[in-house]
């Protein structure tokens, strides 16, 4: 592999270009899923390619192969060149890319037991015996369990002098079902939705989740959320777990601190932000209790968003983002990191493959621990507790969202009441975090992976993490769009 | 991009590697894609990217068991590698009652779809284009953002009972956003010939939306009268076409379950799945080669045919209709090429006739709130303006909607001529601008 990442950068740096890089990606993958009994997804992959970005008169140009013979290699690095010449016809400033110390590295994520040594038929029973434990509970319509590992390794070479070979190893594993009655349908996931918990991490990561311990609990919630009161419409507390807490951190944190969008340079799609620069080090983001950081390396955690380098070889780092319910930083990359004065980027460039470019991309955007215990989170005269994300939604600017979650119970004084079933909330992204009141500590934070993430054109889809503990806000909106 | 041939002489190394290993068929499909796009923001090109790439999947069949392994890499040595993979996997699988044997071969009808000026667009060229765009952008007092992309895709399926099927096509693609300081335009096309899209056009039509939205009154939610450009339409109605799925109705997660044959929409709503249609693209073939059939999806309101694979069609006693997806999966099957059948009236003739209302030009970030009632939530974006008097009467901010597509398609007055709509939230689909009663704002956003 290093010898053809080591020809292509050379024969890019031979067209003429001022910088070039070059990643050259071999990934695999194991794809098992279960449904009602039955083995639904069985399947495996394998691909290897390479990406070459160059600058050529302040323009980038890119072009990707899978054709890695020589002349391959040699059209794909002609084609690069050939697009930031046409990219430099319609540009307005040159690009400048922060300085950063070319690394040579070799890291490998630490993985615990590989989970492609665990063969097939052992990975496949354990999903049926989840899925068989789901379809006891009578009333159980639809019963599914999945489990996806990928292995991935990327040597990132530069004109620089940047030499990284990189290896990650994400495994992600869940199960979910439906009941379906009375002209409704209902569903519960476990230990989350989007295909369950997902992380930098190996079997170990299944064998924690104990799919089939909790399989019995996860269908009976399943039934009884089709007997359950609708969760009313008010305004009120609200306590979200870890799982859903992480996701509007991904939506109304992760996202408007992308410095790209700030920039104007996702107009198009994913839309911009309401952190314009203006509101650094000036927006009181959230309540004094909210620290947030966007944090890449492995002292975070086992995320999905978790690297020694990012794909243009700037080494992994911790950057505040809330400090003390100050807004104090956003992600950057080298070509924008100077829009912020800053001397260096922050390290958040990724790419979903070796056929696409790195762009700005979440790495780990967590909520750090609060002071609280479990019990005083939930020590409030009246709250909803949700959990589970069902629907997510959020505009375009990232200030009005609308969430909804599988399942709720009503608190009172501190205790689970009855349960709810269509639970939503929604508001303004800074009223929101502005009226957390309660964050528990750190033995209730849990390291979320959301696989899911789009961004870009073509579209990107990204694996981020988001570590969070569950939370007690005052003053939400609770349970519209059920009054349609 | 692969040729026949080429596919022909894989398969072979493919099959003859399967039968070692003692599986009764194997099946391969094959995709090769060249795709370009230029992105621009800020009146510059900041993104512009070129990937080339191939990839097989083999699918080795023994008894009741499958599986699948796929790889880029098509040497003899990889190829054999991929089907060692999936043999394994299989191998390891309890057998699957529900599994066919392979589909035979069936007629399936060649669909012209490429373009050989649309295939030798280069960066250059769309360079131009942008260039044009961000020339109106300037005349206006703009800013334009968007995307120029040229893709070219070569699918084929070939199994070892015979069915062999080969597809290829271009397809270009044009968005543009026009900002000015307090609002923004937006407008995309697509289509198989580059000379059938208008990127200045496209631009034009953005800007006058910039213009038209400029500082936007804040107006209470609740429930409107909403005009739908097609773009709408295709984003907020196509969240309910996965749902038109046999499998789905057998697994009773589709929100027609128990509403088949009923009067679930209004008399006004036709709507057809037809890959034949001339302003679709997407293969004439699904993911085990079965010839894709023009399904009758709802006739006068009512739902009247789904998609079916085979083996969910064979449990309930039916043909399959050419909708399955590559096995083995967890979905079953899926419609591709969604037709709404319109109207005659023009979007102007429906702001005309309105006294009062909201006229939408695409919307984001929709997700599903209830699946049965089938509510939908989303924003509305780069465009929402006040209809009073059969006028445009100012932009206003966005709104947030929860609303159900059954009483939606329910509430319809008008509808337009259909048109190859595209959107950034479903597949590129046929459908009209639509003029909607009762549709229901609930929020309103900062801008």
Known sequence: MKDTALRALDLAVRTGVSYADVRLVSARDRILSTKNGQIAQASASESLGLGIRVLKSGAWGFAATDDLSAAGIEACAKRAEGIATASAAVMCQPVHLAAEPPARAVWISPCGVDPFAIPVDQQVALLLAADAELRREKGITLAEASLEIVRTRQIFLSSEGADIDQTRTTTGCGMWCHAFGDNEIQKRSYPNSFGGQHQLRGWDLVEDIRLVENAPRVASECVALLSADQCPETEGSLILDSSQLALQIHESIGHPIELDRVLGTEANYAGLSFLTLDQLNTLRYGSPIVNAVCDATPAHGPGLGTFAFDDEGVAAQRTPIIRDGQFVGYMSSRETAGVLGQQRSNGTMRASGWHRLPLIRMTNVSLEPGESTLEQVFDAEHAIYMETNRSWSIDDRRYNFQFGCEIAWEIRDGRHVRMLKNPTYGGITTEFWNNCQAIANRDHWTLWGTPNCGKGQPEQVMGTGHGASPARFSRVRIGGGYGC | ?447
Request: aromatic fraction near 6%; include cysteine.
């Open chain 2, 1 to 447: 991009m692969l040729t026949q041939p080429e596919c022909q002489r894989i398969f072979d190394i493919a099959w003859k590697a399967a039968r070692s290993l003692g599986a009764d068929d194997v099946e391969l499909l094959f995709h090769s894609n060249e795709e370009s796009l230029t992105r621009f923001a800020n009146n510059a090109i900041h993104q512009n990217v070129s990937e080339r790439g191939t990839g097989i999947s083999v699918r080795p069949q023994a008894g009741l068991r499958t599986a699948r392994a796929e790889t880029n890499r098509l040497d003899a040595a990889s190829i054999a590698a991929a089907v060692e993979t999936a043999m394994a996997i299989l191998r390891s699988r309890d057998e699957a009652p529900s599994l066919l044997p392979m589909a035979g071969p069936a007629p399936v009808p060649v669909i012209a779809r490429f373009s050989q000026r649309t295939a030798a667009i280069t960066p250059l060229q769309r360079a131009e284009a942008v260039r044009d765009v961000v020339a109106i952008a300037r005349s206006a007092g703009q800013t334009a953002a968007g995307a120029f992309s040229v893709n070219q895709t070569a699918d084929a399926l070939i199994n070892s009972r015979g069915v062999h099927c080969h597809h290829e096509q271009t397809l270009a693609t044009f968005s543009v956003t026009m900002m000015e300081e307090s609002s923004s335009g937006w407008a995309k096309g697509s289509a198989v010939d580059i000379g059938d899209l208008d990127p200045a056009a496209l631009a034009a039509d953005a800007s006058r939306r910039a213009v038209l939205s400029r500082n936007p009154r804040e107006i209470d939610p609740g429930r409107y009268t909403v005009i739908l450009e097609p773009a709408a339409v295709l984003d907020l109605a196509g969240q309910m076409f996965p749902d038109f799925s046999g499998t789905a109705i057998e697994d009773q997660r589709s929100f027609l379950t128990d509403r088949m044959n009923q009067q679930v929409f209004g008399s006004n709503i036709t709507i057809t799945d037809d890959a034949g249609h001339p302003l679709q693209s997407g293969t004439p073939f699904d993911g085990e080669g079965v010839p894709r059939r023009t399904l009758q999806l709802v006739d006068s309101g009512v739902p009247r045919e789904v998609g079916w694979s085979r083996s969910a069609a064979a449990r309930h006693g039916l043909d399959p209709t050419g909708h399955g997806l590559p096995l083995p999966n967890d979905i079953g099957d899926a419609v591709m090429n969604v037709v709404i059948a319109g109207g005659s009236h023009t979007v102007d003739q429906m702001i005309r006739e309105t006294k009062r209302g909201i006229w939408v030009t695409r919307f984001w970030y929709i997700r599903e709130v209830d699946p049965y009632a089938k509510v939908m939530t989303g924003m509305t974006r780069d465009g929402t303006f006040l209809i009073e008097d059969g006028e445009v009467a100012c932009g206003i901010r966005n709104f947030r909607f929860n609303q159900s597509l059954v009483e939606m398609l329910n509430n319809v007055e008008a509808l337009g001529s259909p048109v190859r709509a595209s959107g950034e939230e479903y597949m590129d689909m046929v459908v009209p601008a639509m003029k909607i009663n009762g549709f229901n704002f609930t929020e309103v956003t900062r801008f």
